[in-house]
């Protein structure tokens, strides 16, 4: 396969590398505080809630609400091509978190705000990633 | 108690480039033309000149950027540089710039922004955006910022599409009288209708030009003004500011943008309510911004913007007519000077589609993906 049609991979750090490394093992996490409790995505050093340095990775349970989507029906990036028309969507997870996906399974026509969504992690070249489907 | 410098300061002279493609124009020389026809305008000579504002050219980040422009220009300012939260930038300068000249931190300021995405570099227009993953998702372009916040207001509020056409319709429409409007050619709702979809729902009609041009404004005091007998100053009478400041994936609110704060900011300073304005030019990178600020300002309920601005009442004639040089739909998409520039013909009686006895302009500049806000509202 030619390099222009691989999906381009996540920029990796040292912050977000766990992530896609439990995706890999199929388990979507998401950081939550010590001092506070507040759960969130993306990857940060500190709570942006009240700056502590202290959290943990947790596990979603994989249900989620739609808030809002969108549908592609042109490509930005060469990759995309063959899969348009696809759909990003922002989604919130049911702890809290919100963060950025695609919606697989199901028409765009279909869609609705708030309507719920089962996570679906796909595999791609070399990683997973993670995806929602309606319920 | 902070002091209110209502009316205090006026916009002494205005000016700008031809919009479009400027092919071999690097933004200094466009800035320096732009900067040269305000002060022709403001009929006053660069040395009186004594801050410098510039907002950071978006096609390409450039460190020190306003010293090589104040360079160029053979400036040695007191005070100034360059700003950057995006298209809000040119009237938060405006009113950095009134609250210095109040402050006597300078007398005589340019406010200045230069872009040339269209000939230029795209630097800062091609990237993903977000984090480090987002192209993983193909989460790409700017456009799709402004279509998630869309569809959500779409659903939220069964806002009509034909609501985001009549804001493009009303645009092309004053844009086509506009002589130096990059795009003359007129829409109907119809051929909007027919548009086709970039990233759904947003319609190739909804997206700003992309264009090269750069706009200037000179800010002073009116009582400097008035000794140096400029021939039209327009009144500074409020301005405001609000940043959001959430990623939009991450915004609670995806259908409140800091509009809200920043026009309240701006009306209270002025005294002045939005049944007082006449004339409004709204920042429309996207249809829905421009829809949405409309709605935060007050001008209708939140949620009823999409029908709201159906019917004319946007347009030339309307209740409220807006962007009426044909704003960054039609004249130019560069990010938001030439809105006040607009606003100032307006309050001079001097527009192409001049609004009759129009005595109180509202200006909205905007930046990111709704993630700043501000507002200016000027007067006779």
């Given at each position: 396969?030619?390099?222009?049609?691989?999906?381009?991979?996540?920029?990796?750090?040292?912050?977000?590398?766990?992530?896609?490394?439990?995706?890999?093992?199929?388990?979507?996490?998401?950081?939550?505080?010590?001092?506070?409790?507040?759960?969130?995505?993306?990857?940060?050093?500190?709570?942006?809630?009240?700056?502590?340095?202290?959290?943990?990775?947790?596990?979603?349970?994989?249900?989620?609400?739609?808030?809002s989507?969108?549908?592609?029906?042109?490509?930005?990036?060469?990759?995309?091509?063959?899969?348009?028309?696809?759909?990003?969507?922002?989604?919130?997870?049911?702890?809290?978190?919100?963060?950025?996906?695609?919606?697989?399974?199901?028409?765009?026509?279909?869609?609705r705000i708030?309507?719920?969504?089962?996570?679906?992690?796909?595999?791609?070249?070399?990683?997973?990633?993670?995806?929602?489907?309606?319920? | 108690?902070?002091?209110?410098?209502?009316?205090?300061?006026?916009?002494?002279?205005?000016?700008?480039?031809?919009?479009?493609?400027?092919?071999?124009?690097?933004?200094?020389?466009?800035?320096?033309?732009?900067?040269?026809?305000?002060?022709?305008?403001?009929?006053?000579?660069?040395?009186?000149?004594?801050?410098?504002?510039?907002?950071?050219?978006?096609?390409?980040?450039?460190?020190?950027?306003?010293?090589?422009?104040?360079?160029?220009?053979?400036?040695?300012?007191?005070?100034?540089?360059?700003?950057?939260?995006?298209?809000?930038?040119?009237?938060?300068?405006?009113?950095?710039?009134?609250?210095?000249?109040?402050?006597?931190?300078?007398?005589?300021?340019?406010?200045?922004?230069?872009?040339?995405?269209?000939?230029?570099?795209?630097?800062?227009?091609?990237?993903?955006?977000?984090?480090?993953?987002?192209?993983?998702?193909?989460?790409?372009?700017?456009?799709?910022?402004y279509a998630?916040i869309a569809q959500r207001h779409l659903q939220q509020y069964g806002t009509p599409n034909d609501g985001l056409g009549a804001i493009a319709v009303a645009c092309r429409k004053h844009?086509?009288?506009?002589?130096?409007?990059?795009?003359?050619?007129?829409l109907t709702l119809d051929q909007y209708r027919?548009s086709?979809?970039?990233?759904e729902p947003l319609r190739?009609d909804d997206?700003?030009?992309?264009?090269?041009?750069?706009?200037?404004?000179?800010?002073?005091?009116?009582?400097?003004?008035?000794?140096?007998?400029?021939?039209?100053?327009?009144?500074?009478?409020?301005?405001?500011?609000?940043?959001?400041?959430?990623?939009?994936?991450?915004?609670?609110d995806l259908t409140t943008t800091?509009a809200k704060?920043?026009a309240?900011?701006?009306?209270?300073?002025?005294?002045?309510q939005p049944k007082?304005i006449d004339v409004a030019q709204v920042y429309d990178?996207f249809t829905i911004a421009a829809l949405m600020t409309l709605e935060d300002y007050g001008f209708c309920a939140k949620g009823q913007g999409g029908h709201w601005v159906q019917g004319g009442r946007i347009e030339v004639g309307g209740e409220l007519p807006i962007n009426?040089?044909?704003g960054?739909l039609?004249?130019?998409?560069?990010?938001?000077?030439?809105?006040?520039?607009?606003?100032?013909?307006?309050?001079?009686?001097?527009?192409?589609?001049?609004?009759?006895?129009?005595?109180?302009?509202i200006?909205s500049?905007?930046?990111?993906?709704m993630?700043?806000?501000?507002?200016?509202?000027?007067?006779?």
């Open positions: 396969m030619s390099e222009a049609l691989t999906i381009p991979a996540p920029e990796l750090d040292d912050l977000s590398r766990p992530f896609w490394d439990a995706l890999k093992q199929g388990r979507l996490t998401f950081q939550r505080c010590t001092a506070c409790g507040h759960a969130w995505l993306p990857a940060r050093s500190d709570c942006p809630r009240c700056l502590a340095p202290d959290w943990q990775r947790q596990d979603a349970k994989g249900g989620a609400t739609l808030v989507w969108v549908v592609y029906r042109m490509a930005y990036h060469p990759a995309f091509e063959s899969r348009l028309p696809y759909t990003v969507a922002t989604v919130q997870l049911d702890e809290g978190p919100r963060m950025i996906s695609n919606i697989v399974g199901a028409q765009p026509s279909q869609l708030e309507q719920r969504l089962r996570l679906r992690i796909e595999a791609e070249a070399d990683f997973m990633v993670p995806r929602f489907t309606p319920t | 108690m902070a002091s209110n410098l209502s009316g205090k300061v006026v916009i002494a002279g205005v000016g700008h480039t031809a919009f479009g493609k400027l092919p071999g124009r690097s933004t200094v020389s466009l800035n320096v033309e732009a900067i040269r026809n305000a002060l022709a305008n403001a009929g006053i000579e660069k040395t009186e000149v004594d801050g410098l504002f510039v907002k950071a050219p978006t096609s390409k980040f450039e460190m020190m950027y306003a010293q090589k422009l104040a360079e160029a220009l053979g400036l040695q300012p007191r005070i100034g540089g360059i700003w950057d939260h995006g298209g809000a930038s040119n009237i938060s300068m405006i009113s950095y710039a009134a609250m210095a000249i109040e402050a006597g931190q300078c007398e005589v300021a340019i406010v200045a922004l230069a872009d040339n995405p269209a000939t230029g570099t795209r630097q800062a227009y091609e990237k993903s955006y977000g984090d480090g993953d987002s192209g993983t998702y193909g989460w790409f372009g700017t456009p799709a910022g998630m844009g086509a009288v506009n002589p130096n409007a990059q795009l003359r050619k007129p027919q086709r979809y970039i990233v190739r997206c700003c030009l992309v264009s090269d041009g750069a706009a200037a404004v000179v800010v002073m005091s009116a009582e400097r003004a008035k000794a140096m007998k400029v021939a039209k100053p327009v009144a500074v009478l409020g301005f405001g500011q609000g940043q959001t400041s959430w990623d939009v994936a991450l915004r609670p800091a704060v920043s309240q900011t701006a009306f209270a300073m002025a005294g002045l007082d990178c009426t040089s044909g960054l039609s004249e130019t998409g560069m990010p938001g000077l030439q809105l006040v520039i607009e606003g100032v013909r307006q309050m001079r009686g001097d527009s192409v589609n001049q609004v009759k006895g129009a005595a109180k302009c200006v500049n905007q930046g990111g993906i993630h700043t806000h501000s507002t200016l509202i000027l007067g006779q």
